[in-house]
């Protein structure tokens, strides 16, 4: 019924970088929301996320010679599909990581956004296919599907999705499961392949989609001896199926001239929390169904309130949770010196990672700090993928 499609476009053995287009705003705090109750004594304001503001942080992005930029997607940021649309203009040659909810659109519908996207802008689409782990969120855009089901309907909505984009022309493809009904569709990507599917989620359901669907696999930064069995025990499911998993990791980055200077600017973040914001947080991310967010708050659980000194929620030599103390999804940061963030990258790396969706705060500054710092040691070591559409 389906077209595996295993592509593996970018599997080079080298280190693809990207960055994080905060279309949900940015600022100086950790959350890098619209919120900023959570901030105590901070200088610098909530910057909205205007088509000049993105612009300026995808130039910035390409720039320092990221491969693309990650949108997320949810009902408290801009589209993602419009707002890359638009910043697609106002660069060159970026590709664009466009998070959407695979259970509140046609797949036949994405194929043809992503053929149409694809012409329109030379090449430079991605796919991050976002389940949701969170039925309060799912439930306002009317999907009220469980943890399971909803993974379930992700796999065939990538079914269609490579299948419709890979039917030839006097071949229309049709499919029939528990939650498509999809009759005589076909979209032609041409002169375009369909995009690189990026796909997360720690649960077996959605391990088990990985493994027959996606081109790339996301983790949330756990230490790297946790995801190197994460690693391994996807290479298996997906080497059973006949096909061949790339790896990517999502992670927040300090990167600065010393190493001193890195863990003061998290001693800084963490000073401007209140208290209050992290027990609400902590409050409302425990009612997530998500395996990786309980992962995320995991790291930081056995610290009631703001600890001190940042170096108290340090998990891993170089790799910090704090950022989880007062946000959803990824909750760690590499913070180091520009020589130790790379190495850390490195360690990453070596674990089975070729994909380094990276950000900080706030998302302009932090780009050139770590393109000129640590991206700069790491493309001098040779590890770094040459940069193309």
């Keep these: 019924m389906s077209n595996q499609g295993n592509t593996n476009k970018t599997s080079t053995g080298r280190i693809h970088l990207h960055w994080y287009l905060p279309t949900n705003g940015d600022s100086r705090g950790l959350t890098g929301s619209g919120n900023d109750s959570h901030l105590v004594g901070a200088s610098g304001g ?12 995808a130039r910035a992005a390409e720039a320092q010679g990221f491969h693309a930029v990650l949108t997320p997607t949810g009902t408290w940021c801009e589209d ?35 053929a149409s996207f694809q012409r329109m802008t030379g090449g430079r689409l991605l796919l991050n296919v976002v389940t949701g782990g969170d039925r309060y969120e799912q439930a306002r855009f009317g999907d009220h599907l469980d943890h399971d089901a909803r993974y379930a309907r992700t796999e065939e909505f990538l079914a269609v999705v490579r299948g419709v984009s890979a039917a030839p022309a006097d071949q229309p493809f049709s499919y029939q499961g528990a939650h498509f009904d999809i009759r005589e569709a076909r979209i032609d990507p041409a002169p375009y392949a369909l995009p690189e599917i990026f ?15 996606a081109d790339v696999a996301l983790s949330w930064g756990q230490p790297p001896e946790i995801e190197a069995a994460r690693i391994a025990r996807l290479r298996a499911a997906a080497s059973a199926k006949g096909r061949k ?10 990167s600065r001239d010393t190493e001193a200077e890195a863990w003061a600017v998290a001693d800084k973040l963490l000073s401007w929390l209140d208290p209050e914001a992290v027990k609400s947080a902590r409050s409302l ?60 990258i490195e360690t990453y790396h070596r674990t089975g990672f070729d994909h380094f969706i990276l950000s900080g705060q706030p998302h302009l500054e932090e780009a050139w700090h770590f393109g000129e710092g640590a991206a700069a040691v790491l493309r001098a070591r040779g590890l770094l993928a040459p940069v193309t559409l």
């Design 199 to 213: 796909f997360g989620g720690a649960s077996p359901a959605a391990e088990a989609v990985a493994a027959a669907q």
């Design 80 to 114: 993602a599909w419009i707002a890359t649309a638009a910043l697609s203009a106002d660069t060159e040659r970026l590709k664009f990581l466009v998070a959407f909810r695979p259970g509140l659109i046609s797949p036949t519908l994405v194929a043809h956004q992503a």
């Design 46 to 57: 909530f910057r909205a996320p205007t088509r000049a503001y993105l612009a300026e942080v």
């Design 245 to 254: 998993l790339n790896f990517g990791i999502r992670l927040h980055v300090i």
């Design 285 to 344: 991310l425990a009612k997530s169904e998500s395996v990786a967010q309980a992962q995320m708050s995991a790291l930081h659980q056995s610290h009631e309130g703001v600890p001190r000194s940042a170096r108290e929620l340090e998990i891993y030599p170089g790799l910090w949770s704090g950022f989880g103390l007062v946000r959803g999804g990824a909750g760690t940061a590499i913070v180091g010196s520009h020589a130790q963030v790379a190495d850390l």
